[in-house]
């Protein structure tokens, strides 16, 4: 028994000292994950204004003008000039997506209207225009600073404070003008360039048709008639903020 006892010890002792000289692999231990905190994203806002400069430059041909008992003031000759103008403009767009957004203009402007062709010189008189115009645009957001856009939408042009000349040439004074407001279609491409996260740069260039009725009254007695082919180009610049 006692023998036995002894070589068990020594069996156990040997056994011990077997294990501990065992190296211990790093690679038999599982690593601890290491966690990074991740970085911030910024919520995305879908607001952008813009302040512009807007120039409104009208496209008269192929107005009408039809006055009753002149046949010579209706021959195909006979139209209207609009003059130019140029305004402050504020545009507020909204980003449905990255890529997506709808951009609303507003502004106001004043035209002179004159006499062209067989009715040259003949001054008709002064319109304020409210156009509000609304197109969806798609954005090309994968450019870098560069933000390209184009867009298409409707127009609705408000006249008001309309007023005739009451001018007289050769014996011909516009006494009362009276222009219909009128809906339009619309087109536009332009671009943003991003000085940073918020500010930048903008140009833009619409294409409005705008074809409204109008009615006029020479020397208080003589209707006339028509359609005033404005067809205006709107080509703007000037500043973004991205909220």
Avoid: C
Wanted: aromatic fraction near 10%; glycine fraction near 8%.
């Amino acid at each position: 028994m006692r023998t036995r006892r002894v070589l068990t010890r020594a069996s156990l002792l040997a056994l011990a000292t077997s294990l501990a000289s065992i190296p211990v692999q790093a690679a038999d231990l599982a690593r601890a994950p290491i966690y990074y905190k991740a970085p911030a994203i910024e919520p995305f806002n879908p607001w952008m204004i813009r302040l512009r400069v807007l120039g409104v430059l009208p496209d008269t041909a192929g107005s009408s003008v039809s006055v009753a008992g002149a046949p010579s003031l209706s021959s195909p000759s006979s139209g209207l000039s609009i003059s130019d103008q140029a305004i402050p403009e504020l545009d507020i767009t909204y980003f449905f997506t990255p890529n997506v957004a709808a951009e609303l203009i507003l502004g106001v402007t004043s035209h002179h209207i004159s006499g062209n062709g067989a009715l040259t010189g003949l001054d008709i008189g002064k319109a304020w225009l409210l156009p509000p115009t609304l197109t969806l645009q798609y954005h090309f957001a994968d450019l870098g600073a560069l933000k390209p856009y184009i867009g298409a939408g409707i127009n609705y042009t408000a006249f008001f404070n309309q007023s005739a000349a009451n001018t007289s040439l050769g014996g011909l004074a516009v006494t009362d003008l009276r222009i219909s407001n009128q809906f339009g279609a619309a087109v536009q491409f332009g671009f943003d360039y991003m000085l940073d996260r918020n500010w930048g740069l903008n140009f833009d260039v619409k294409k409005l048709w705008l074809r409204p009725e109008y009615s006029a009254t020479v020397n208080n007695s003589i209707p006339v008639t028509g359609r005033a082919n404005i067809d205006p180009w709107l080509v703007s610049g000037g500043v973004t903020y991205k909220f």
